[in-house]
């Protein structure tokens, strides 16, 4: 009975026919393939329904995939510093100020009986064991756990109702740094100089500095290209870690270098005349070109003997806390490559090598006496940052982003001293080109524990960086297996009201 045609549908039984099927399957592979041809040529109907408009990709020569290219319109910012607090660090300790958990400390929390979260059951609200107090001419309440960049608020624009889609440090990482919870797609920095180029022709257009005490969870994934070319993916190296694979051979002097590589691009000028088209070629020539020109730069902005004593005290790197001297370093570095124009600066503090809390904010524990360590290596190197980058003119043109994976809870875990995760409401702040000064947006509820007002996800938060470097986020796409892909997914509307 299975080979009974009856039992077909008329369009199957029609398939069964020789010549029927080989020509409704030639019209099918047609058409899957002038589909294709279409959307690489960018010709088809819009993917994005709310403007009507194609997506726009950057017109990029293989030969210099990182020069300089357009924005979609006039940009506010040139450059990116995003510092990336790994580990969730909990905004009702730092920047979200709630008297609200001073009242009811050591109380459940209203219609959340037996509250059961990342790690298992909550306990009572607690309040912050930092007292919060007005900072700068606006009065805005930070606790003493940052002081030197609670001095900086009349310099930043603060979200205070961020959300996120998961409770896992890896998944979170991944969706602030790509706006997805799954590994494999390309970070934030990708999506800019992909879209940008950078101004540098001798450095990487996009570099991620780790903390001293290792990498984040997510690892590359946060400075990774996913299915963008691999040019475009981020160059981790720090000020104590030099970048791999760059250094001369022991044994080769530099005029053989020289020599070798003057041979190679000769044999490499050779080729592409004979292959014209051979646009792979043309990147892999690009990149080893960079590396050589690298070779000569990169010592020069990591010496940090040229920096003066003053600076160096500014940003703490004379410090004997060698963890946070090296921090200091980090954000020396950052400060520098942005200066020689470095497109997008991914800053990492807090690392998971160390475990659980011991070397980032993952503070379930003992959250106090964890906090305050992690606290002096990132307070006042990070705040001398921004005072620097003030002073010497390039706050108007650089936009730095402070954040984290995710929020923390304003209960206790029951039977410990420390805040589970919390993706329901959570804090970032902004600061520099094209952002108000001394002002705050949305808000969680009265124990910080969900947004409540002006809710914003992650996508909003891309979709206003990319605003800034004067990149449509709808619009800006790649093509990838059948799909216009974009750093805001389907999703992201730019947050006009933090707009300066």
């Known amino acids: 009975m299975a080979d009974d045609p009856r039992l077909l549908t008329p369009n ?15 019209a099918g592979l047609g058409s899957i393939a002038l589909a294709y041809l279409l959307g690489t040529e960018g010709v088809l109907g819009s993917t994005t329904a709310r403007t009507g408009k194609g997506p726009i990709r950057p017109r990029i020569d293989p030969a210099a995939p990182h020069a ?3 924005a979609h319109f006039a940009p506010r910012a040139k450059n990116v510093i995003v510092i990336f607090c790994s580990g969730a660090l909990s905004h009702i300790d730092t920047f979200d100020y709630k008297p609200e958990l001073i009242r009811y400390h050591d109380t459940p929390m209203p219609g959340a009986d037996n509250l059961v979260t990342f790690q298992g059951e909550n306990g009572n609200l607690a309040k912050s064991p930092w007292r919060f107090r007005p900072r700068g001419e606006s009065g805005k309440m930070t606790s003493d756990l940052l002081p030197h960049l609670g001095e900086l608020v009349d310099e930043m624009c603060f979200i205070h109702s961020l959300t996120g889609k998961t409770n896992t440090h890896g998944p979170g990482e991944n969706l602030m740094s790509t706006g997805f919870t799954l590994d494999g797609f390309p970070s934030m920095g990708s999506w800019a100089t992909y ?8 450095l990487p257009a996009f570099v991620a500095i780790c903390d001293p005490r290792g990498v984040p969870q997510a690892s590359g994934n946060n400075w990774g290209n996913g299915f963008l070319p691999a040019v475009y993916q981020g160059t981790p190296f720090n000020a104590e870690r030099p970048i791999d694979n760059l250094g001369r051979p022991a044994g080769i002097d530099a005029a053989t270098d020289r020599a070798s590589r003057d041979l190679l691009r000769r044999l490499n000028e050779r080729h592409l005349e004979q292959f014209p088209g051979d646009t792979e070629l043309s990147a892999r020539i690009a990149s080893y070109e960079l590396a050589a020109r690298m070779q000569s730069t990169v010592p020069g902005v990591t010496d940090l003997s040229t920096e003066s004593r003053e600076t160096l005290a500014l940003y703490g790197a004379d410090s004997t806390d060698q963890t946070k001297a090296g921090f200091a370093r980090n954000c020396i570095l950052a400060r520098r490559l942005i200066e020689r124009g470095v497109r997008f600066v991914q800053l990492f503090n807090g690392a998971y090598a160390m475990g659980e809390g011991v070397g980032n904010w993952d503070g379930h524990r003992d959250l106090q006496n964890q906090y305050n360590k992690h606290a002096q290596i990132l307070d006042q190197p990070a705040a ?6 003030k002073r010497r003119g390039l706050l108007e043109e650089t936009l730095v982003v402070f954040t984290t994976e995710f929020g923390r809870m304003p209960t206790f875990q029951k039977g410990a001293s420390g805040r ?9 702040w902004l600061a520099g080109a094209g952002v108000k000064r001394a002002h705050s947006y949305g808000a969680t509820d009265p124990f910080g524990h969900k947004a409540a007002e002006n809710i914003c ?12 470097l004067g990149l449509d986020h709808e619009r800006l796409s790649y093509y990838n297996n059948g799909i216009e892909r974009r750093l805001t997914d389907v999703h992201g509307h730019v947050i006009h009201d933090i707009l300066a």
């Open 384 to 389: 001398a940052l921004l005072k620097d980058l």
């Open 68 to 70: 300089p290219r357009p």
């Open 195 to 202: 879209a940008l180029g950078t101004e540098s022709q001798s």
């Open 12 to 26: 199957g039984q029609i398939m069964l026919d020789r010549r029927s099927f080989l020509a409704k399957g030639g």
């Open 457 to 468: 996800e992650v996508h909003d938060l891309h979709a206003t960086i990319l605003h800034l």
């Open 420 to 428: 589970d995760h919390n993706p329901g409401g959570f804090t970032a």
